[in-house]
């Protein structure tokens, strides 16, 4: 792989269908996101209003981690997804871009996500606060 000051972060203002499935299903989360879906997919992407990539430095800039956002950008932004492919786990990505999603929001803006069970620690450990208060009408499908 490469360390991450080989990482370039951005905000996009759209992503290719293709390369978010690709990042999500290398990330695990494949399992749960409709990544056969690729009209869902697409309409995902659409729906959301800040979209922040992490790519390689290199030929081609690969895609290696996407955080999908939700905002109002003045007062909360929700993290819909934060999906880094296996092979860049551990560098650092998923904490660059939620580093940088904090830098394009600004202090005045909270930040908050629905964790995966297995990554619960990682959240914890780049200091977000675990809520216990947080309610779910769950999807039909």
């Known amino acids: 792989m490469t360390d991450r000051s080989h990482v370039l972060y951005a905000r996009e203002a759209s992503l290719d269908t293709a ?7 290398e990330s695990g989360l494949g399992e749960v996101r409709p990544v056969d879906d690729e009209t869902r997919l697409q309409a ?16 081609g800039k690969p895609l290696i981690g996407v ?13 819909a997804d934060l999906a880094v492919s296996a ?15 904090r830098r394009q929001l600004g202090p005045s803006v909270a930040i908050s996500l629905v964790s995966m069970p297995d990554a619960v620690g990682f959240y914890q450990r780049i200091g977000m606060t675990r ?11």
């Open 131 to 141: 809520l216990t208060d947080a309610f779910w009408f769950g999807r039909k499908r």
């Open 87 to 101: 092979k860049a786990q551990g560098l650092g990505i998923g904490k660059g871009l939620m580093d940088e999603a």
């Open 67 to 79: 955080a999908r956002c939700l905002t109002d950008f003045s007062w909360v932004c929700y993290i």
């Open 19 to 25: 390369q978010f499935r690709r990042v999500l299903v």
């Open 44 to 59: 995902m992407l659409e729906g959301a209003n800040l979209i922040l990539t992490a790519r390689l430095d290199m030929e």
